[in-house]
């Protein structure tokens, strides 16, 4: 028995995290604290979004800086193409590798506010697989030691919101993997079917990298109608329901059904979970202790 030679633990799934730039100088000061918590507990990365929700992209720049300079944490970097020529795009890949920083989320982004998919500036704009392959270039043109790191895309399990079909969203997932994805990411879902049958149709159409599940610990019924709509779906109505008889405001709710669907993914299967943060350590944290994946103090 290895683990009793070696006397390591016994292999655990695995956990990566989500957070996003502050808007203000007292949230600054909040996500600093919950990223060392965050960081303390060794997620496999960081993830920091990029331009979501109209916030300020050097912003982003700056957490990542932030995270490789003052946690252990592995920061990966949300880009996107939206609204953006092919040049800016590339000297903006060049800038996040020369600050050190070798792991993406290659997206296409949100249409920014007052505009929709249909927006020549939206649909005009790369999309994520261009964006890989454009990552793919820069890395092959940096020096060895600058152009490791892996690069991350989307993945709809509910279907994109421009999809026709379940077997258009694997296509195009396919040709991201094909255009140098190395892992996919999933968007908000609630149910663990969800996650585990589009993973099981990706996998017998070829895909062969990982799929991390999203998930987030919603605290409050806004956050929840949020989700809902990010996963096209209705929202559990026992969890809204008791949302709303708590005032709208019950973390432990959310982590409760986060606990309950993060345990049916890995027991499905699933390689490793993203935990949607929303900035705080807490909840997370109190996810991942319930599900014995922290590492012992
Ligand atoms: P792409 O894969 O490039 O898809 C966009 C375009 O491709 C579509 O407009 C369409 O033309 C085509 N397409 C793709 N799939 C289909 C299909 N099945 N059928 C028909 N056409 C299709 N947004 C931000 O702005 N900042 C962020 O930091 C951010 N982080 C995110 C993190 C995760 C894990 C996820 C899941 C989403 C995130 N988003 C973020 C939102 C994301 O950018 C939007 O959902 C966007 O609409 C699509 O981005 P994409 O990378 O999936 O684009």
């Not at 600058?146 to 694997?170: E, K, Q």
């Not at 929840?224 to 990010?230: C, G, H, T």
């Amino acid at each position: 028995n290895a683990t009793l030679l070696t006397g390591s633990a016994p292999t655990r799934a695995r956990f990566s995290f989500e957070v996003f730039p502050a808007r203000s100088g007292a949230a600054a000061l909040a996500l600093g604290n919950s990223v060392q918590h965050l960081s303390a507990v060794g997620p496999d990365f960081i993830s920091v979004t990029y331009g979501a929700n109209g916030s300020n992209r050097d912003a982003s720049l700056d957490l990542l800086a932030y995270l490789r300079d003052h946690t252990d944490a592995l920061p990966l970097a949300h880009l996107t193409t939206v609204r953006e020529s092919r040049e800016a795009i590339r000297d903006t890949i060049h800038r996040i590798m020369d600050a050190g920083i070798h792991d993406f989320l290659a997206l296409r982004g949100d249409p920014p506010q007052g505009l929709d998919e249909s927006a020549p500036e939206v649909a005009g704009s790369l999309s994520a697989l261009e964006l890989t392959e454009l990552i793919a270039e820069a890395r092959a043109e940096r020096p060895a030691f600058t152009s490791v790191g892996r690069t991350a895309v989307a993945a709809y399990p509910n279907g994109h919101p421009l999809s026709r079909g379940r077997s258009a969203d694997i296509d195009w997932l396919l040709a991201k993997e094909a255009a140098g994805a190395q892992f996919a990411i999933t968007q908000l879902f609630f149910e663990a079917d969800e996650y585990l049958s589009f993973a099981d149709a990706a996998r017998e159409a070829g895909l062969g990298m990982p799929l991390l599940p999203g998930l987030m610990p919603v605290s409050t019924s806004g956050q929840l109608r949020k989700v809902a709509s990010l996963a096209g779906r209705p929202a559990p109505p026992a969890l809204e329901r008791a949302l709303e008889e708590a005032g709208g405001y019950a973390p432990e709710l959310g982590v409760e059904h986060t606990i309950g669907l993060a345990r049916e993914l890995l027991e499905g299967g699933a390689p490793s979970i993203h935990l949607y943060t929303f900035n705080r350590h807490e909840q997370v944290l109190a996810v991942l202790a319930d599900l014995d994946l922290l590492p012992a103090r």
